[in-house]
C-alpha cells in the first residue's frame, strides 16, 4: 500500500514536471513577447534562480515546523495560483504577474523539491530508497523530454494562455495526489542553531551542524554546486553548438540530444533498481563521484565534432551518469537522520541554484569569446577535478575501516569495557 501510494505522487510529480518544463519555454519566450527586450529573459531566469536560493536556505526551517504533506500539497496550488494571476491579469499588470510567477515558481519549486526527497524515507519500507529514488528520476526526465519536445507545438497552435492553463492544471493534479497521501506524522525538529562556542554568543546554523556531522555529505554538496555550474554550461552552449552544426536546423541536434539523453537515463534506472534488488547493496557515495566523473566527460565529448553516431552514443552515456548520480546523492543524503535531512536537502538545493545561477552568467559571457567546446570543457573539467578529490576521499575512508576494526575499539572504550 505504501509503494502505491508512493507511485501515485511520483505520477503527480512526473506531470506536474510536465507542466514545469512546458512552461519554461513558454514563459521564456512570453517574457520577450511582452517586453521586447532580451535582458527581460534573462533577469525572469535571474528572479527564478534567486527565489530557489533564498528558499533552499529556509525550507529546513519550514519543514521542521510543518509536516511533509501540508509543505508538498501547498507548494502545488501556490504555483497554480500564480499563474492563474498571470492569466488574469490586466496589460498593464502582465509583466509584474510575469515576474511574480517566476519567484513564486522559484521558491515553490524549490521548497516541493526538499521536501520530497527528504520525506522519501519515511514514505517507502527501508531498503527501498534507491527504488523510490529511480522511480521519482525517471518519471521527471521523461517529463523533461515530453515537455519540452510539446512545448513549440502547445504555443504554436493554442498560444501562452494555453500553455499556462495546462502547468497550471498539472500543478492542480499533482497538489491532489499528494491530498490522497495518509496524513503526515508532525514535522520532526532538526538540529538548532546552536553556539559556536558553547556560549550564548554567535550561533551555527544547522545546515552546518548537519554537515560538520557528515563531512563527506558536505564534500559531496559543493561537489552538487560544481556539477550544477558545469549543467549550465551545456544548457547554455547547446543551442550555439546546434546553430554551428546547422544554422537552418538548429533545433534538431539540442533535441535529439535531450531525447537520448533522458532514454540513457531511464534506462539506467532500470539497470539500478536490478543491481539493488539482486545484491542488497545500494550504489552509494563511490557511485555518485564515479558517475560525476563520467557524465561531465560525456558531456564535453559531446561537443567535440564527434560523428553523429558517436555523439548519439555519449549523450546516451550522459543521461546514464546524470541518473545514477541523482539516485546515489539523493540515497546518501536520505541515511541521514530526520533532522539533519532536511537540512541537508535544503542547503544542497541553495548550493545546486547557486552554481546554476553563476554559471549561467559566467558562461553567457564566455561564450561570446570562446568556443562551446572550451566553455563546456573548462565547467565541466571543475567538476571532474572535484569529483576525483571526493572519489579519493571516498577511497581512504573504506580503507581506513579495516584497519580500525582490526586495531579494535579506542583506548578509552576498552578501559570503560
Known amino acids: 500500500m505504501k509503494e502505491r501510494r508512493y507511485r501515485l505522487l511520483v505520477t503527480g510529480y512526473a506531470i506536474s514536471s510536465y507542466g514545469t518544463y512546458l512552461n519554461l519555454v513558454a514563459l521564456n519566450l512570453y517574457v520577450y513577447a511582452v517586453t521586447g527586450r532580451a535582458l527581460a529573459v534573462g533577469v525572469f531566469m535571474a528572479v527564478r534562480l534567486a527565489a530557489g536560493f533564498l528558499a533552499g536556505l529556509g525550507a529546513a526551517a519550514l519543514l521542521s515546523r510543518w509536516a511533509a504533506k501540508p509543505v508538498l500539497l501547498w507548494t502545488n496550488v501556490v504555483q497554480a495560483g500564480a499563474l492563474l494571476l498571470l492569466v488574469c491579469a490586466p496589460d498593464g499588470l502582465r509583466t509584474a504577474a510575469l515576474f511574480l510567477v517566476s519567484a513564486v515558481a522559484g521558491a515553490a519549486g524549490t521548497c516541493f523539491l526538499v521536501a520530497f526527497r527528504s520525506s522519501i524515507p519515511d514514505m517507502v519500507d527501508e531498503g527501498r530508497h534507491t527504488w523510490a529514488n529511480s522511480l521519482m528520476v525517471s518519471g521527471r526526465s521523461v517529463a523533461m523530454v515530453v515537455g519540452f519536445a510539446s512545448s513549440g507545438v502547445v504555443v504554436s497552435l493554442l498560444g ?31 538540529p538548532k542553531e546552536t553556539p559556536a562556542d558553547g556560549s550564548r554568543g554567535r550561533r551555527v546554523p544547522g545546515a552546518l551542524v548537519a554537515l560538520g556531522a557528515a563531512p563527506v555529505v558536505a564534500l559531496m554538496v559543493a561537489l552538487r554546486g560544481v556539477d550544477a555550474l558545469g549543467s549550465s554550461s551545456h544548457n547554455a552552449a547547446l543551442p550555439v553548438y546546434s546553430t554551428q552544426l546547422d544554422a537552418g536546423r538548429p533545433a534538431v541536434f539540442v533535441s535529439v540530444f535531450w531525447c537520448t539523453w533522458a532514454l540513457g537515463n531511464v534506462l539506467v534506472q532500470q539497470v539500478l533498481q536490478r543491481y539493488v534488488k539482486r545484491s542488497g547493496r545500494s550504489v552509494g557515495a563511490l557511485g555518485f563521484g564515479l558517475g560525476t566523473i563520467a557524465m561531465s566527460a560525456a558531456f564535453v565529448l559531446a561537443f567535440a565534432g564527434l560523428p553523429w553516431p558517436v555523439t548519439v552514443s555519449v549523450a546516451l552515456l550522459a543521461g546514464a551518469a ?96
Open 160 to 190: 501562452y494562455t494555453a500553455a499556462f492553463l495546462v502547468d497550471l492544471a498539472t500543478f492542480l493534479v499533482c497538489a491532489a495526489a499528494v491530498a490522497l497521501l495518509p496524513l503526515s506524522a508532525p514535522a520532526v525538529t532538526g
Open 322 to 417: 546524470d541518473g545514477v548520480t541523482e539516485v546515489a546523492y539523493s540515497s546518501h543524503l536520505q541515511t541521514l537522520p530526520a533532522g539533519l535531512r532536511t537540512h541537508a536537502f535544503g542547503l544542497s538545493a541553495t548550493v545546486e541554484n547557486l552554481g546554476f545561477g553563476v554559471g549561467m552568467i559566467v558562461v553567457a559571457a564566455a561564450l561570446d569569446a570562446f568556443s562551446p567546446l572550451s566553455v563546456v570543457g573548462a565547467a565541466h573539467g571543475a567538476a571532474i577535478v572535484v569529483a576525483v578529490v571526493f572519489v579519493a576521499r571516498v577511497l581512504r575512508q573504506r580503507r581506513a575501516r579495516p584497519a580500525q576494526r582490526a586495531d579494535g575499539p579506542p583506548r578509552g572504550a576498552r578501559e570503560a569495557a
